[in-house]
């Protein structure tokens, strides 16, 4: 049983069918946010960075919105394969200090998950920023108005009201959620995002030693689970949370880049836009966006084997509760048997024709 599928747009359909899949090919990667979900994919990052990619010579932009800003960023430090396998372990052993029987404070995850961020990329900045041929754009989410401070007097009534007020104003327009939650993104400074940003209100700033830490944070700080970060340096003043709030999966413009394809290591083969779009089903199908995009996924058949039948979750923090080795193995266990995905790109990615399905 293969454990990989791929599905890809038009465009990029024709291309594999034709000429198959080169390092050259690629010229952008994004990585979706998803939490737990995210880890099968990390025995595919090792190799895509640590190997396949390696002998590159022209930029490849790597975008990245929660888990995915944190994956694309480790693989623009000097040694990828070490950088993604230590974030893989990290977030398996993930557990912070709480009062026995109630979930941690926003607070405290906040503190704990800041810390070890500064572990993977304190004093690292400039491998990450003046890496030779990889882009880096974290995606996050600013609160707008009602939403532009987080804190004591907000975050028991107001901010709740919010969010439920932007999860109305999005089931009516996506576009629409603007008037709550802009998309900023903080990209490198030598080369802007390589795609229009029309389809939702989108600022961008940049990138620099002082603002990369705390735009990962930010772009994986969930509201409620951790606390928004406020006044990132390099952009605009305001309460700041997961970039998967506008940009779950990054459904973006790829269609738009000048050249090349964008290749997508995913855990599904939808992509859907925005976080408040997980219900509405309607908005997770595919796109002229997605004209040259390449979608690496797991086939359902191959997650039934995983522990529980499914992907990694964030539901699995309530359904193994207190008992952390118990989640810590079936995470573990699913990680190593994703070394499957790796091994299943490894014989395609050869230069011959790819089949490959339709988006």
């Keep these: 049983m293969k454990a990989l599928q791929i599905h890809a747009g038009p465009r990029a359909l024709a291309h594999l069918r034709e000429q198959g899949l080169r390092p050259a090919d690629v010229h952008a990667i994004p990585g979706a946010a998803g939490g737990p979900k995210g880890l099968v994919l990390n025995p595919l990052d090792q190799y895509l960075f640590g190997e396949w990619l390696a002998g590159t010579t022209h930029p490849v932009h790597l975008l990245g919105a929660s888990i995915g800003a944190w994956r694309m960023a480790s693989a623009c430090l000097d040694n990828p394969v070490q950088a993604l396998d230590r974030l893989g372990r990290d977030y398996i052993a993930q557990d912070y200090p709480h009062e026995p029987g109630r979930r941690p404070t926003p607070t405290q995850v906040t503190t704990a998950f800041g810390d070890k961020l500064t572990e993977h990329f304190g004093g690292r900045e400039r491998e990450v920023l003046e890496h030779p041929r990889y882009r880096l754009h974290v995606f996050t989410s600013r609160g707008r108005h009602v939403l532009r401070r987080e804190g004591r007097a907000f975050s028991k009534v107001t901010t709740p009201l919010a969010y439920l007020g932007a999860f109305a104003t999005n089931a009516v327009s996506r576009r629409a959620m603007g008037a709550w939650l802009e998309r900023v993104v903080f990209s490198d400074a030598r080369d802007p995002l390589p795609l229009r940003t029309l389809d939702y209100r989108t600022h961008a700033a940049k990138l620099d030693a002082g603002n990369l830490r705390l735009s990962i944070l930010a772009s994986c700080s969930i509201p409620f689970w951790l606390d928004a970060v406020h006044d990132i340096p390099g952009g605009p003043r305001g309460a700041y949370?997961?970039?998967?709030?506008?940009?779950?999966?990054?459904?973006?413009?790829?269609?738009?880049?000048?050249?090349?394809?964008?290749?997508?290591?995913?855990?599904?083969?939808?992509?859907?836009?925005?976080?408040?779009?997980?219900?509405?089903?309607?908005?997770?199908?595919?796109?002229?966006?997605l004209d040259n995009v390449v979608v690496l996924s797991p086939r359902p058949e191959w997650i039934r084997s995983l522990p529980n039948g499914k992907l990694p979750d964030r539901n699995d923090f309530v359904r193994y509760g207190e008992d952390i080795g118990a989640r810590t193995r079936a995470w573990t266990q699913a990680v190593a048997e994703s070394q499957r995905l790796r091994d299943d790109f490894a014989a395609l990615a050869t230069g011959q024709p790819v089949h490959a399905e339709p988006l």
Excluded: E
């Excluded at 997961?242 to 394809?261: E, N, P």
């Excluded at 290749?263 to 219900?279: C, M, N, R, S």
């Design 241 to 289: 949370w997961d970039g998967g709030i506008t940009d779950y999966h990054l459904h973006l413009d790829y269609a738009s880049m000048a050249q090349g394809l964008t290749l997508y290591p995913h855990f599904q083969k939808t992509v859907i836009p925005g976080w408040l779009d997980k219900v509405l089903r309607h908005r997770h199908r595919s796109s002229p966006l």
